[in-house]
């Protein structure tokens, strides 16, 4: 899962073009799918997320919550790259992030800190709202005692807009 990222942010930026900063801005992401999909005991999920403005030139923090229909909930912060393509209407969005993870009634990772890898693609529309699938997978990278390090991977509808802050 780690090379499926990695390939995907090298061929986003070989063949994409990295949003400057002056064309972006702050956006919040609400997103809905399915949490542990590849797996028998999949659970909804609900995910709201906020992306800043770019620090250094491409690379935008970001952070986020996600709660399950398990009563499992992540709380994150991370990274994130915006490439866009044909006339900046597809948007292409890797990300990596570290967070806490509660199992609540829902699948047991193996461990409280969590990876999350993954990416975004949406299409943006003339008032800059964007909608789009996105796909992440949580792991823990064999942390802990016992290496218990089952992962899951989550696939959403989200529904981004941009937001100003005064």
């Keep these: 899962m780690r090379l499926l990222a990695a390939a995907l942010a090298a061929l986003s930026l070989a063949f994409g073009s990295p949003a400057k900063a002056a064309e972006t801005g702050n956006v919040l992401d609400f997103s809905v799918g399915i949490f542990d999909m590849l797996d028998d005991g999949a659970a909804a999920e609900l ?98 005692k016992n290496k218990k390090n089952p992962g899951e991977e989550s696939l959403m509808l989200s529904y981004v807009i941009p937001i100003t802050f005064k």
């Design 47 to 144: 995910r709201g997320e906020w992306r800043g403005k770019p620090l250094l030139w491409w690379l935008r923090p970001m952070a986020g919550v996600m709660a399950t229909s398990d009563s499992a909930a992540y709380g994150y912060a991370g990274l994130a790259i915006e490439v866009w393509w044909l006339n900046k209407r597809l948007v292409l969005t890797p990300s990596a992030a570290v967070g806490a993870y509660h199992r609540g009634n829902g699948k047991d990772l193996g461990h409280t800190v969590e990876f999350r890898t993954g990416a975004a693609l949406h299409y943006r529309f003339d008032n800059d709202v964007r909608i789009g699938l996105a796909f992440h997978h949580l792991s823990n990278a064999g942390l802990g």
